[in-house]
């Protein structure tokens, strides 16, 4: 089982639809989990943290079900500009060691 | 102005030769990483540091040295025993090891032949 995993995509998907990516990571332990997007041949951007409890900043809702040992991330009302890949960063053993999903590429069309 | 930077953009070597990536941060974090990434893969961990003279190696450490005698600095050296050093090389720091997430250098090119 890879370390952190997420859904391959790609998803394709018209303005204005809504759209999850989940990323799922084998160390129960792992205490911090962050949201990145990566446009082609650029560096990744963090988009947001995931809080426990879950987050939203504005469109994009974050969550974490400790459980399942996966966290989500829910795009509303897609926009053009949203398409990109976007990445999971999970710290496994909250010793600083951040790892990446593989990531999943969103294709959103008019 | 507080930033990441990573020299150069884009580098081109022959085979065997060993090549040296340079990264600075003058944000003050404590923690810097490095990541290699493939195309269309995800980043992939090579080694991290969360104080200076001190470094954990990554997933895929091997053919890779690092040193971190500075704060500011973490370069990392590309040795001719990396068999696939062809890759789009990625800095990051964080303000500490703990809850932090990464910022990130604009990345290196690297081109092997």
């Known amino acids: 089982r890879k370390e952190v995993e997420q859904d391959p995509g790609p998803f394709n998907v018209p303005e204005g639809a809504t759209v999850a990516f989940n990323c799922t990571y084998s160390n129960s332990a792992s205490q911090s989990f962050f949201w990145y997007r990566q446009d082609c041949r650029k560096e990744p951007k963090l988009l947001m943290s995931v809080y426990s409890s879950g987050n939203e900043d504005g469109r994009f809702t974050a969550q974490l079900n400790r459980a399942s040992q996966y966290i989500s991330l829910l795009i509303r009302d897609s926009k053009l500009s949203d398409s990109a890949t976007y990445l999971c960063?999970?710290?496994?053993?909250?010793?600083?060691?951040?790892?990446f999903g593989q990531g999943t590429e969103l294709s959103v069309k008019p | 102005d507080g930033g990441i930077t990573q020299s150069p953009k884009y580098l081109f070597r022959k085979e065997g030769q060993n090549v040296t990536l340079s990264c600075e941060q003058n944000?003050?974090?404590?923690?810097m990483y490095w990541y290699r990434q493939d195309p269309g893969q995800g980043l992939r961990l090579i080694y991290y540091?969360?104080?200076?003279?001190?470094?954990q190696k990554g997933d895929i450490a091997e053919g890779y040295s690092v040193s971190r005698e500075k704060k500011e600095s973490f370069p990392l050296t590309v040795t001719s025993a990396q068999k696939n050093p062809t890759a789009f090389y990625l800095c990051a720091t964080s303000r500490d090891s703990h809850n932090s997430p990464l910022h990130f250098g604009n990345g290196t090119r690297l081109t092997v032949t």
């Open positions: 540091s969360q104080i200076v003279n001190d470094f």
């Open positions: 944000l003050n974090h404590d923690a």
């Open positions: 960063v999970v710290d496994l053993d909250q010793g600083g060691k951040l790892i």
